[in-house]
């Protein structure tokens, strides 16, 4: 570690994650930039699939201890030991926990995360973490932010979409009020937080785009020889996230449906696991789509890259729940395009920063089935358009979304938090 560069805690709530590929890169970048890192993981990992890359992340990593007993040993010790290194930080941080519980009504969920920033407290002391950062303003930006009250060091956090949406506003203004500052991953978020926030606290917020790999996304057809199984002749709609509301699936089976009934010829794969999977089979099945969609779960990196490689379009439609639930810019959309796949998404949340309608992707109306038919046909006939957005999309992410270069602004903003 230089005198310059502070040794970063991450506060993540499960760590690594298939889905958050977009925090691995971060992580990624920012030990690339020689920033010292070290993770403290809520909760231990998915018996999911993991990304090869997860295996070139340096940083140690904290977790609780697997049994009870351990659990409730770990975590008393550290709430002793900080409580007697800093008494009155540790009587601070005990009064916000108390005052939040009131506030909130959530007298369970707040004890929960006030035991937990003990024991990672004690870990930034072991550590000596000089910045915590949390990804999502909801349990790990309230530990990092009690844990920074314990250590008297400053926290910050990255706000994304659930969290940022679905958090009461009053809410997110005092935890925003106490941060050092706070990243968000798109101009629309900005543009929502200012909406709310007192003047005084804008320049809190910093606008960083999540990172994409491009070194894994090579040009030309390194992807020519992986095998996608059967009906690998027709051409192929690609979609990948996680099997819940926001993402629009069940709207891209129904315009699957309607290209269908049109004669077009084509297959599906929607990649990805979650809660409406058993709907979504049920409504392939109600369709007679059983031959041509298929969702073969969630997987891999190295495997994901097969079908980027050879899909003939990439599509994607989010959209906005009626509890406020939203995207931000969904990583896939960004990988797609860095893959050199033409894509097709709605025009949602901070979607169209990413895809300039006509020029890098093509937009569509969120809810509408019958204009994402209408749109994937047009694209799987027109094959001058495809190669046209494909070009256009990769040199938009070399722009504006490669890792690399993302990484460097967070790091300057972490070595300025320990500056006098």
Known sequence: MTATTPTVGYVLKRYPRLSETFILNEMRALERLDTPLHIFSLLRPEDAPRHPTVSEVRATVTYLPLSWPRIIFAVARGHAVVAARA??????????????????????????????????????????????????????????????????????????????????????????????????????????????????????????????????????????????????????????????????????????HLLHSRGVAFRCVIIGEGPLRQELETHIAELGLTAMVTLPGAMAHDR??????????????????????????????????????????????????????????????????VVLADTLERLLADAPLRRRLAAASRGKIEERFECWETAKALRTLFVQSVQP
């Open 87 to 256: 008494p009155l930080r540790y009587l601070h941080a005990t009064g916000l926990a108390l005052w939040w519980s009131i506030r909130t009504r959530r007298p369970l969920s707040v004890g929960k995360q006030f035991l937990r920033s003990g024991y990672v407290a004690h870990g930034c002391l072991q550590n000596n973490i000089q910045h915590l950062h949390a990804h999502f303003a909801n349990a790990p930006a309230t530990v990092a932010r009690l844990a920074g009250v314990m250590c008297n060091i400053p926290y910050s956090f990255t706000t994304h979409a659930k969290d940022l949406y679905l958090t009461p506003q009053e809410v997110m203004r005092r935890r925003i009020e106490s941060a050092h500052f706070v990243l968000t991953c798109t101009r629309y978020n900005v543009e929502y937080l200012r909406g709310f926030l007192p003047r005084q606290d804008w320049d809190k917020i910093h606008l960083v785009y999540h990172g994409i790999d491009l070194a894994a996304f090579p040009q030309g057809d390194s992807f020519a020889d992986l095998p996608l199984g059967e009906n690998a002749d027709l051409p192929l709609i690609l979609s990948v996230g996680r099997l819940v509301p926001k993402k629009g699936m069940r709207d891209l089976v129904t315009a699957c």
């Open 304 to 369: 994901l890259l097969a079908f980027y490689g050879q899909a003939t379009v990439f599509a994607l439609a989010p959209h906005v729940t009626e509890d406020g639930d939203r995207d931000g810019i969904p990583n896939v959309l960004a990988e797609a395009m860095a893959a050199g796949t033409p894509v097709v998404s709605t025009a949602v949340s901070g979607i169209p920063e990413l895809i300039e309608d006509g020029r890098t992707g093509l937009l569509v109306p969120p809810r509408d089935p």
